[in-house]
């Protein structure tokens, strides 16, 4: 799930916040369940104040959420961890935190502060609601968020990793064993077996006749499946890649091509021999970047008389390593900006070219050997 797929609505504390696409199927399941909740127990109020109260729960609800990883982001960034952007979506909200914790404490003080955002919630909602006196919609909204914050605030705390739980633990077996991949493959494993009972639960809900309470459990557990899988395949990876430079993987071999040539002639340069990425060059210095992508940008009918310079990336707004940046940082800048290829500059002179397919290569050769090792 990347921003690049979802909508900015803005930023708090200096986090992007987005809306993924399934956010709005969920937020319309949770506003028609609300409403027709809402109807049943109060059936003197008018459909009008039905939808509007529907409405407004279910916004206080992500808000809710909101708050939720808000809090996991601001222990974070104490910790001078970086917090790219936090993305609500169809199973709740999603904070990208820039690295891993560097020690147990902060993981476990991270992963512990949803939580007890949620349960404060709660009580705060629960009060008000309490209070509410002869304010009947503050009262019905408040009673709801009360409950669901604290469903949220204990489900959260089942230690099956990528759950706040699992987090935890994983902090607590971090601590224990003083090492961090095996505290996250004790987390994996947990969150896998959490996950394969939310599965089995959901099919025997479903079985019992509550075919749609029943499908959402299976979904949520093949969420928190999948999620468990690819948390442990990240940090094989960081362990894999560990010590690699950008200098140990790129390509010395920088094709060049001057900014005066046509886009016609670069098409069929690419075409001849392959490569879709070229260090664009004016008076023997580097001033831009050209990609097939770029040129796929400008009608056909226009590649005879334009040049590359028209088209290309200039130097300015190019993303580039240096030759002493670890390869993973290289990786994840790659996959956050959706770019295949990166030049490598020192001292202002790019010194080579480092792809995102010659990464992979790397990646799966070490693990080949690795695994050979282990036999």
């Given amino acids: 799930m990347t921003p690049a797929s979802s909508i900015r609505i803005g930023r708090i504390f200096g986090i992007s916040i987005y809306l993924h696409p399934s956010w709005f199927l969920i937020f319309a399941l949770i506003t028609l369940s609300l409403r027709t909740q809402f109807t049943a127990q109060h059936p003197s109020w008018s459909p009008v104040q039905h939808w509007m109260l529907g409405v407004i729960t279910s916004l ?34 999603l904070a990208r935190i820039g690295r891993e914790p560097s020690s147990a404490r902060q993981e476990f003080n991270i992963a512990i502060a949803g939580p007890i955002s949620s349960f404060f919630l709660s009580a705060v909602f629960y009060f008000v609601g309490r209070y509410s006196g002869n304010l009947e919609m ?24 990528p759950l706040d739980g699992g987090r ?19 987390a994996s494993r947990t969150g896998q077996l959490f996950a394969y009972v939310m ?23 093949w969420f928190l499946l999948s999620a468990a899988q690819e948390s442990y395949a990240q940090v094989a ?21 001057p900014r005066d ?14 490569r879709r990425c070229h260090i664009v060059t004016g008076n023997g210095a580097p001033v831009g970047l050209m990609t097939f992508h770029a040129a796929q940008g400008i009608p056909r009918d226009e590649w005879p008389n334009t040049s590359i310079q028209a088209a290309m990336r200039p130097m300015d707004k190019i993303k580039w390593a240096s030759p002493s940046e670890p390869v993973l940082s ?27 397919d010659s990464i992979l290569r790397v990646l799966q050769a070490r693990l080949q050997v690795g695994h050979l090792a282990e036999q």
């Fill in 237 to 257: 990876i960081r362990n894999t890649l560990a010590g690699v430079n950008a200098a140990d993987i790129m390509s010395q071999d920088v094709p060049t091509m």
């Fill in 168 to 186: 935890v633990l994983r902090s607590i077996a971090w601590r224990i064993t003083g090492d961090f991949s095996k505290a996250a493959r004790i």
């Fill in 60 to 93: 206080l609800f992500f808000g809710s959420v909101m708050f939720h990883e808000l809090s996991h982001s601001l222990v974070a960034k104490h910790y001078k961890i970086p917090v790219a952007s936090i993305t609500l979506f169809v199973f709740g909200g």
């Fill in 138 to 161: 503050v009262g019905a909204t408040s009673r709801w968020l009360a409950e669901i914050n604290f469903i949220l605030a204990v489900f959260n705390l089942a230690p099956g990793f």
């Fill in 330 to 356: 290289v990786l994840e800048r790659m996959q956050a900006e959706d770019i295949n290829q990166m030049p490598v500059l020192e001292d202002g002179r790019v010194v080579g070219m480092i792809a995102r």
């Fill in 199 to 221: 599965i089995f639960a959901g099919i025997w809900i479903a079985l019992q006749g509550n075919w749609f309470g029943g499908l959402w459990w299976v979904f949520i557990g």
């Fill in 261 to 274: 040539f046509s886009l016609e002639n670069y098409v069929h340069e690419v075409l001849r021999t392959g």
